[in-house]
């Protein structure tokens, strides 16, 4: 309706322009006329679409405010419609990243496939070729002497798999061939040689524990695995022993060794049960047992440090309650 209205005094104002124009035609020039009607409407066209001016009609007023109800529901009906989309979309993309994940898995194993059948075929064709050289008939003609020998169980030529060939049942002798150890005196003993120290050892106890713990900060590991051990070693009375302890256990479990974290955090609550990590560190224990198979003993420790350790961090306690809620610690001890 605002549209019509609008083309109604244009129409209006274009009417009027030229009847008084005409009036003056003796005087002025037609196309002169024309260039203004053209530049009036210009400036008509910019004022209407700019919003300067307002156009008041108190009978539209429902109509007004129908068209406006309408553009809303039709808005409405297309946010839906967007949000439906944005959702087949995003069930598209999960779908889309599951099936990649599958090719890549899919990929890996044929990869594996074809590089264990290239071996396969490549010692095939090396027992193919050198079986047909001239050493092939030296073979045939040296079988009678192999036969005439008296072989023992397991020192035959190998066989194929599920195969049982004569030379390991028929014997006489009472001792068997090993041939892998030939005697114990042939194994060769390596002398342990210490590493390299890591802590300066112009530090104090206190000084070389936070040297050690910087390690940590920065993600080194390995590193940080042998300072604390070296300290622990070094101090193992010191107060700060059962820390180093807990924080050598932590650089295995970090690394995801679990079962070397389980013997670094037990080693650390056998020896200093009354540390400043005793708590998290039996909690640690427990966690480490259960994701190592021993569900039933690391069960029994996470739920022992609020008996074990009463006065403990309430922090502390409360992973201990949620570590056995996890592990359906609870259930299983009912």
Same mark, same amino acid.
């Given at each position: 309706?605002?549209?019509?209205?609008?083309?109604?005094?244009?129409?209006?104002?274009?009417?009027?322009?030229?009847?008084?124009?005409?009036?003056?035609?003796?005087?002025?020039?037609?196309?002169?006329?024309?260039?203004?009607?053209?530049?009036?409407?210009?400036?008509?066209?910019?004022?209407?679409?700019?919003?300067?001016?307002?156009?008041?009609?108190?009978?539209?007023?429902?109509?007004?405010?129908?068209?406006?109800?309408?553009?809303? $529901?039709?808005?409405?009906?297309?946010?839906?419609?967007?949000?439906?989309?944005?959702?087949?979309?995003?069930?598209?993309?999960?779908? %889309?990243?599951?099936?990649? %994940?599958?090719? $890549?898995?899919?990929?890996?194993?044929?990869?594996?496939?074809?590089?264990?059948?290239?071996?396969?075929?490549?010692?095939?064709?090396?027992?193919?070729?050198?079986?047909?050289?001239?050493?092939?008939?030296?073979?045939?003609?040296?079988?009678?002497?192999?036969?005439?020998?008296?072989?023992?169980?397991?020192?035959?030529?190998?066989?194929?798999?599920?195969?049982?060939?004569?030379?390991?049942?028929?014997?006489?002798?009472?001792?068997?061939?090993?041939?892998?150890?030939?005697?114990?005196?042939?194994?060769?003993?390596?002398?342990?040689?210490?590493?390299?120290?890591?802590?300066?050892?112009?530090?104090?106890?206190?000084?070389?524990?936070?040297?050690?713990?910087?390690?940590?900060?920065?993600?080194?590991?390995?590193?940080?695995?042998?300072? %604390?051990?070296?300290?622990?070693?070094?101090?193992?009375?010191?107060?700060?022993?059962?820390?180093?302890?807990?924080?050598?256990?932590?650089?295995?479990?970090?690394?995801?060794?679990?079962?070397?974290?389980?013997?670094?955090?037990?080693?650390?609550?056998?020896?200093?049960?009354?540390?400043?990590?005793?708590?998290?560190?039996?909690?640690?224990?427990?966690?480490?047992?259960?994701?190592?198979?021993?569900?039933?003993?690391?069960?029994?420790?996470?739920?022992?440090?609020?008996?074990?350790?009463?006065?403990?961090?309430?922090?502390?306690?409360?992973?201990?309650?949620?570590?056995?809620?996890?592990?359906?610690?609870?259930?299983?001890?009912?």
């Amino acid at each position: 309706m605002l549209i019509f209205k609008l083309a109604i005094l244009k129409l209006f104002l274009i009417l009027n322009l030229v009847f008084i124009n005409i009036s003056f035609a003796d005087s002025h020039n037609i196309y002169e006329t024309l260039e203004i009607i053209k530049n009036d409407l210009k400036t008509l066209e910019r004022a209407v679409y700019s919003g300067s001016i307002e156009v008041k009609s108190s009978t539209n007023d429902s109509s007004v405010s129908n068209l406006d109800q309408n553009s809303e $529901d039709v808005l409405t009906r297309h946010l839906l419609k967007l949000s439906e989309v944005e959702d087949q979309f995003r069930e598209l993309t999960n779908k %889309f990243e599951e099936i990649n %994940f599958k090719l $890549d898995k899919l990929s890996t194993r044929v990869s594996k496939i074809q590089a264990d059948n290239q071996i396969r075929f490549q010692d095939i064709e090396n027992n193919i070729s050198s079986g047909n050289t001239s050493s092939s008939e030296n073979q045939l003609s040296s079988k009678p002497k192999i036969d005439e020998q008296k072989v023992l169980p397991g020192s035959s030529q190998p066989q194929d798999l599920g195969t049982i060939s004569y030379k390991d049942t028929e014997t006489n002798e009472t001792s068997q061939q090993i041939q892998s150890v030939d005697t114990t005196a042939s194994i060769v003993t390596e002398t342990f040689q210490s590493e390299e120290k890591i802590l300066p050892q112009d530090l104090n106890p206190v000084e070389q524990y936070e040297f050690a713990t910087s390690f940590l900060k920065v993600g080194d590991y390995s590193t940080a695995e042998r300072a %604390f051990r070296e300290f622990v070693l070094s101090n193992p009375d010191h107060e700060l022993a059962g820390s180093a302890q807990y924080w050598y256990a932590e650089t295995f479990r970090i690394r995801q060794l679990y079962t070397d974290a389980a013997s670094a955090y037990l080693e650390g609550y056998q020896k200093y049960p009354k540390g400043k990590k005793a708590p998290i560190n039996l909690l640690k224990l427990g966690v480490s047992m259960v994701q190592i198979g021993e569900k039933d003993q690391g069960c029994k420790m996470i739920n022992g440090v609020e008996l074990q350790y009463p006065n403990a961090n309430q922090s502390v306690i409360q992973k201990a309650k949620y570590e056995s809620k996890k592990f359906e610690c609870i259930k299983q001890d009912s």
